[in-house]
Structures are given as structure tokens and as C-alpha cells.
Nanobody, 119 residues
Framework: QVQLVESGGGLVQAGGSLSLSCAAS????????MGWYRQAPGKERELVTT???????NYANSVKGRFTISRDNAKNIVYLQMNSLKPEDTAVYYC?????????????WGQGTQVTVSS
């Protein structure tokens, strides 16, 4: 069972920056998408951003121009750089890894890391 180990997060003032990283504990096979989702108190989990094995990215409108996702395929790590943070970015951020290769079937989640943006 692959584990996703997240790091980063914490408390920052509005306008500040934070970075998150998420590493897979084992070698990942096949094409896949890695991404970040977040869940604020009382709200459903929502997509923040994703990146494919080939580097294609997708961002929620609320974070476009402020957040940047990247990945290191050799190390099976995905990064999230968050700039110009707003109080509404406060949430638990979850890393996700899911297969897009029909030869493999997997969908893993990290344990979540808290991001708090103070006004």
C-alpha cells in the first residue's frame, strides 16, 4: 500500500506564502495524476490543482495565478507553492495520487496538512 507523506503547511498572514510537498512511499507505476484538494470546516472537499505525469496542470479558478503545482517524477514528489494567500485559503490540504493508466488501478490520499491564513 502506497503512503503519501505530506509536509509543509502551517500558519501565515494574509499575503504570505507557504509551500507543501507530498512524497509517495514507493515507486509508482504507470501514468498518473497527482494533486491537491482542500477541505475547510463545514465545507466539502474541493479540487485545488492537479498535474499529470506529463506535466499538464489544472487549477481551480480561486487559486489561478497564486498557486503553482509541480512534480518530480523520479522522486514521486508533488509540490504546491502558494503565494498571495488569503484567509479563505484556510483548510486542510490533502494530497492525492490516482492512476490514469488502465493497466493499473490506484487512488491514494495523504493524511492532510493544515493551512491557516490569518487576516
Amino acid at each position: 500500500q502506497v503512503q503519501l507523506v505530506e509536509s509543509g503547511g502551517g500558519l501565515v498572514q494574509a499575503g504570505g506564502s507557504l509551500s507543501l510537498s507530498c512524497a509517495a512511499s514507493e515507486t509508482i507505476f504507470g501514468d498518473n495524476t497527482m494533486g491537491w484538494y482542500r477541505q475547510a470546516p463545514g465545507k466539502e472537499r474541493e479540487l485545488v490543482t492537479t498535474i499529470t505525469t506529463r506535466g499538464n496542470t489544472n487549477y481551480a479558478n480561486s487559486v489561478k495565478g497564486r498557486f503553482t503545482i509541480s512534480r518530480d517524477n523520479a522522486k514521486n514528489i508533488v509540490y504546491l507553492q502558494m503565494n498571495s494567500l488569503k484567509p479563505e485559503d484556510t483548510a486542510v490540504y490533502y494530497c492525492n495520487l490516482r492512476s490514469t493508466d488502465r493497466r493499473y488501478r490506484y487512488d491514494y490520499w495523504g493524511q492532510g496538512t493544515q493551512v491557516t491564513v490569518s487576516s
